[in-house]
């Protein structure tokens, strides 16, 4: 192989380097994103529904009791908040950027009946008040739920239940941790207001 000529090298040199700027700037972008482009934040986690026995533990644990408030953060199609009302005789919260989930756990409510307990908030999670909920689930991401960590701190009252399916809260010692029981099962995650810090 030959030696390449100054000018070619310096060419190579250069677009070596824009790749490799490109690939910092992609890695630092959601952490610089979220504090600098608020609307980045409305999509922390893909939806990825979660099976009915996985909603059906995870409410288990938390045991909302009739008329408190279940909040589903990253609510998808509505399951939790159906399970919730129909189960424990809850009110419900859903809050979810996607409308086309909105629509769908809009549906889902209606099919069910249960327009008068059920709500779903078409919004960025990181802007909901929280401050009415008694149980907050949540299925994000580690980093996800790292970011909503302080709101959480700040909005939810002593005794509130927070459930995190498969991720952990960071900082947080769970108060309870439970496993499904599929071959290749995730956690679940049981906090309490005010939680214990790790």
């Known amino acids: 192989m030959g030696a390449l000529s100054p000018r070619s090298l310096r060419s190579k040199l250069t677009a070596r380097s824009f790749i490799a700027a490109g690939i910092l700037v992609l890695a630092a972008l959601p952490v610089a994103a979220q504090q600098r482009y608020p609307v980045y934040s409305q999509k922390l986690a893909p939806f990825v ?8 533990r995870m409410l288990e644990m938390a045991a909302p009791k009739a008329g408190e408030t279940v909040f589903d953060l990253g609510c998808g199609d509505g399951r939790v908040l159906v399970t919730a009302a129909q189960k424990y005789k809850a009110k419900a919260v859903g809050v979810e950027v996607d409308e086309r989930l909105v629509q769908r756990a809009t549906e889902r409510i209606s099919q069910s009946n ?9 919004m960025d999670l990181l802007q909901a008040d929280l401050s009415s909920a008694d149980v907050v689930v949540i299925y994000l991401l580690t980093g996800s739920n790292e970011i909503l960590r302080p709101r959480l701190e700040k909005m939810l009252r002593p005794g509130t239940r927070v459930v995190s ?34």
Request: hydrophobic content about 30%.
């Open 165 to 198: 399916y498969a991720y952990k809260i960071p900082g947080w010692k769970p108060l309870k941790v439970d496993r499904t029981d599929e071959a290749h099962g995730h956690e679940i995650y049981l906090y309490e207001m005010p939680p214990t810090k790790q």
């Open 114 to 122: 249960l327009q008068g307990q059920v709500k779903v908030l078409q």
């Open 49 to 56: 529904p979660s099976p009915q026995r996985v909603v059906d």
